[in-house]
Structures are given as structure tokens and as C-alpha cells.
């Protein structure tokens, strides 16, 4: 399959679950992805994956809280690739703690900074080039939480993710007129290392029940693939047992 052939994609939390399987799925639809994320070693093995397969990988280790290491990233992925034709803003974190009452303004920041300032900066950075040559997708994936808020994904997570849902429509206001688009990606409870966050992690035979990384990754796949006239601004994607 080459669907995205000729195509130039950057992914945010390429070093594991949903953005590690949609890294390794564009490649195999044809893209050289940019991988984004803190941690080397495991972008390291995405890398592997995608070069097994004989694709093309580059590899831009950042600390995404960090808006130089964000421009860092970006302008290492143009030299490289050229353009960028597809922004998957995947990269989110969580606490421990959920209550308001629980959640301390560090922690209330921090998950700003990863979950949505980061994909501003992304897209602020990006969006121009798309702009210019009347063509793009920005692919924001977010969370369930982005649609109906709720406790257990706690205060701060659940505002980060509907503020991801601003962002999206302010993004095609903003850029459909020029030929570029943005989805917002809503994936329920996923098979996902942030599930190691929770008060109590959810055993190894529910996680099976959970969306996995792979079904993910095929919804942003045919999010990027659809012709340049067809924009998904919204899908929502849910397991059908949990």
C-alpha cells in the first residue's frame, strides 16, 4: 500500500503506543516520517521498525515542553524531508492525580504544556508551509475526554484535550479555504503505556478489550489518505466492550 507516497509526515509521541503505530503504518502506506518524542532509544526502535520494512525514518529526540526544542525538531524534519505534508500532534501525558482538589498548578501546567501548547506550536509552525502550497493534513489526536469530559481522566487532562477540539476547528476555519485540513482524532480508552498512570492500572485481559495502538493508527491513516478535497474534522473511535 502507498498511499501516502511522496509524502512528508511528523509525528509527536512516536516512541510508543497510538503515535508508534502511526508512525510505522504512514511508512508503510509510503511517507518518510519524523519521529518526536524525549526519548532516543525508543524512537531508536520505531526507527528499527520502520527501516525493516523499507521505509524512511529520521529521528528528532525533544522534550516537547520546550518551544526551542519544538522549532528544533521542525526545522530538522524540513532539511531533511522537505515540507511537511502531514502534522500528527499525538504526544499527551497524564497524572496520577485527577481531582481538582488533587492536582497541584505544577501538574495543571505541565499537562498544558505537553498536551496542547505543544500542538499549538507544532501547528503555528507548520500550518504556513501548508498555506502556502494549498495542501496539508494536521491529524490532533486527543481523547474522548475532548467530547465528554469526565473525572477519571481527571481536571487538567480533559481541559487539555477539549482545548485539542479548539484548536481543530479554529485550524480549518482558519485553513480550509486554502486547501488544508485538521481532524480531531477522539480515541476512547486505549491499550496505551499511559494507562500505567492511573490511580489503579487496569489489568493485562481488560487492556485486550481496549482499542489497541493498530486500530488507531489505521483511522489516522485514512484521515491522511482521503483525496485533498474530503476533510474528516471529527471521529470518534470507541472499543465496543469497555
Not at 74 to 86: C, S
Not at 100 to 121: G, K, P
Not at 132 to 155: D, E, K, M, Y
Not at 195 to 211: A, G, H, I, N, V
Request: proline share 6%; hydrophobic share 45%.
Amino acid at each position: 500500500m502507498s498511499t501516502l507516497q511522496g509524502k512528508s509526515a511528523l509525528v509527536t509521541g512516536a516512541s510508543s503506543g497510538f503515535g508508534q503505530a502511526i508512525a510505522v503504518t504512514f511508512a508503510a502506506a509510503g511517507a518518510q516520517v519524523a519521529l518526536v518524542g524525549r526519548d532516543d532509544a525508543r524512537l531508536q526502535a520505531t526507527a528499527v521498525q520502520i527501516i525493516a520494512q523499507g521505509g524512511r525514518a529520521l529521528i528528532c529526540a525533544a522534550d516537547i515542553a520546550d518551544e526551542a526544542q519544538i522549532q528544533a525538531a521542525v526545522e530538522k524534519a524540513q532539511v531533511a524531508f522537505g515540507p511537511i505534508d502531514i502534522l500528527v500532534n499525538n504526544a499527551g501525558m497524564n497524572v496520577t492525580q485527577r481531582s481538582i482538589a488533587d492536582t497541584s498548578v505544577e501538574q495543571w501546567r505541565q499537562l498544558m504544556d505537553v498536551n496542547l501548547t505543544a500542538a499549538f506550536i507544532f501547528t503555528k509552525l507548520v500550518l504556513p508551509g501548508m498555506v502556502s502550497r494549498a495542501a496539508g493534513t494536521i491529524i490532533n489526536v486527543a481523547s474522548g475526554a475532548a467530547l465528554h469530559p469526565h473525572l477519571a481522566g481527571g481536571v487538567a487532562y480533559s481541559t487539555s484535550k477539549m482545548g485539542m477540539d479548539s484548536l481543530t476547528q479554529v485550524t480549518n476555519e482558519e485553513a480550509n479555504p486554502h486547501n488544508v485540513r485538521a481532524c480531531l482524532l477522539c480515541p476512547g480508552v486505549g491499550n496505551t503505556p499511559l494507562l500505567d498512570r492511573r490511580p489503579k492500572p487496569p489489568p493485562q485481559e481488560l487492556r485486550q478489550k481496549m482499542l489497541q495502538p493498530q486500530d488507531v493508527a489505521d483511522v489516522a491513516l485514512l484521515v491522511a489518505s482521503m483525496p485533498p478535497h474530503v476533510n474528516i474534522d471529527l471521529i470518534s473511535v470507541r472499543p465496543t466492550h469497555v
